[in-house]
């Protein structure tokens, strides 16, 4: 099959008429129809925010990889435009994988991983990632450059290019795969388009990964941030639970030098579904991150309905004095608040009060005294699929999701925070949930399938009391 975006486009534009939307985003970013992964080249361009988004048009499972294509004027209403690039060339016959979007003078500059296989596609040794280049004057239709960087002699996953300015130096970084050691290679360049090698920035120590997938570097507060996507990490009691992972590293680098971290890898999300978060700029300096609300090899209900995958909140994150990040949602989510329903300070004891019949798409705060608690539980619940609770026992809060028939079953869970304070700031719609912990403590996404029966949302104690001090929610509406 030849590829091409109008041939993208009349797919999409058939098949998006048929789509079930039981569980489709009502506010979330999601692919008109069909298969999205990674969030690609997120940029603020010519007075729009951009999203790109790694996409199958063709089916609702992954297969050759195009980049569907969004904009916003506020982070929050997505307006679908054209697939923005299609594997239409030789150095990209087999996928435009994962990249990032610069902005160059007047131009907007796509980086991207062309993906091909010489012969026979079921051995990585015929694989050859490279690095590419596409450019735009208005933002919706690009050029092709073809090839900047070469797969390096004896590799084979090389690939998600990101790429920023330094001064007037432009830097790409990309995640690669030596025998099984997971690596951030570097280089430099002053147009885009001529690269030079400069060195590794970094790389797994041992039992830090066989690959780092998606890797991201930027500065908050005069410390380095690298976020990347290890695959191979094992897990370790609470932590490492996925599949795959994505976390970062803090640290100092000089041009010209190796990144030295000074913490260990941390992970980003605590939920079942966070993957390959990329970050940007707004105009007014702060940096956003959205990520993949997904998880490889995870069950996709929504398959049955037309689509899969989804991509999370935009997510502003700051660096705190202990040196971990803070996540907290964009503040231009507020624009979608309905009118507030304040919920009464209360006590329960072994009960659980209703809060809402129907929360489809709802923002939730729950502020809970944490000091006077007896309960061995408390928390609230969506339907009997979803409990988000306080386990006094192993002092964790957890998310737990049951889904039997989708095999979508278990529970993630964070330690509880310092103090005698647990304010939750809760992002539902129809098929996730995004749980913020005492302003960007921790956070825990994950997807959920509710049936129309499993929609009611209710605050609970068991097994003793606990205090609600305040609480209410906002109806979400685009
Ligand atoms: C991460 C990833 C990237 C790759 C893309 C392919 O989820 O595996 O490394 O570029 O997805 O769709």
Redesign the pocket.
Known sequence: MTFSIAHAEQELHKRSATLNTRWYPRYHLAARAGWM??PNGLVWFDGWYHAFY?HHPYSTQ?GP?HWGHARSKDLVHWEHLPVALAPEGPEDKD?C???SAVVDGDTLALI??G?KFHGDSSSDDNLY?VQCLATSRDGIHFERQGQIIDTPAGLH?F??PKVWREGETWYLIV?SRVGDTGQVRLYRSDDLRLWQEDGILAEAQEGMGF?W??PDFFTLNGKCVLMF?P?GLAAEGYRNRNL?QSGYLIGDWLPGQQFVAQSEFIELDHGHDF??PQSFLTPDGRRIVIG?LDM?ESPLPEQQDGWAGMLSLPREIRLGADNRLRMTPAEEMAVLRGSYYPLLAQQLKNQSAPVVEEAEAIELELVWEMNTATAECYGFTLGDGLRVFVDAQSQRLVLERRYPQFALEGSRSVPLPAGDRLALRIFIDRSSVEVFVNDGDACLSSRIYPQETQRQLAIFASSGSATLSSGGYWPLDK
């Open positions: 992964n990674d790694q992954w990889m996928g994988f994962s990249g991207y991983t993906h990632q996953h690939r998600d995640g690959m997938e998606c996507s695959q795959f993957y390959a993949w490889w």
